[in-house]
């Protein structure tokens, strides 16, 4: 029997929704290219833009990551720090380190939005995949 993902593991490796097996993503999150989605799952050709523009809602979901980020790190500042430094410190330590999230935070955000807004339910039966088509 094959080693089967669950659904929190797929999604931490941005696997297909439906057959868990498919690469959502084109390229690693290190790459350039990192925002290269597969038009369809190259496993069970599901499609992932599951209508026009399907993926715009994944914006939603990522402000609420960069805000989230925003605000742990303006703590962790102001925990850590004996005085309240300056300004640019917030400024610099937000925009260093979104250098190294963003492509995280747009990834996941595409993948959230597709497995809990996507209507799609796992399935390993290539039978139903050839039913369901896209
Ligand atoms: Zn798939």
């Known amino acids: 029997m094959e080693n ?3 659904k929190s593991q797929a999604i931490l490796q941005c696997k ?3 057959c868990r097996k498919g690469e959502i993503f084109e390229n690693s999150a290190f790459s350039l290219n990192f ?3 597969h038009t ?4 069970c050709n599901l499609k992932y833009e599951r209508i026009l523009g399907f993926f715009w809602s994944a914006m939603y979901v990522s402000y609420a990551f960069t805000v989230a980020h925003m605000i742990t790190l303006m703590v962790a500042i102001n925990v850590l720090t004996d005085e309240r430094p300056a300004l640019w410190v917030f400024f ?4 260093g380190s979104f250098v190294f999230f963003v492509p995280v935070y747009f990834r996941y955000s595409r993948v959230i939005v597709l497995y809990f807004l996507g ?3 796992y399935n390993p039966n290539p039978k139903v995949w050839e039913e369901q088509g896209e």
């Open 40 to 43: 369809n799952c190259p496993v």
């Open 119 to 121: 209507g799609i339910k």
């Open 35 to 37: 925002a290269k989605t």
């Open 4 to 6: 089967e993902l669950s």
């Open 92 to 95: 610099a330590a937000i925009i």
């Open 16 to 18: 297909c929704p439906r």
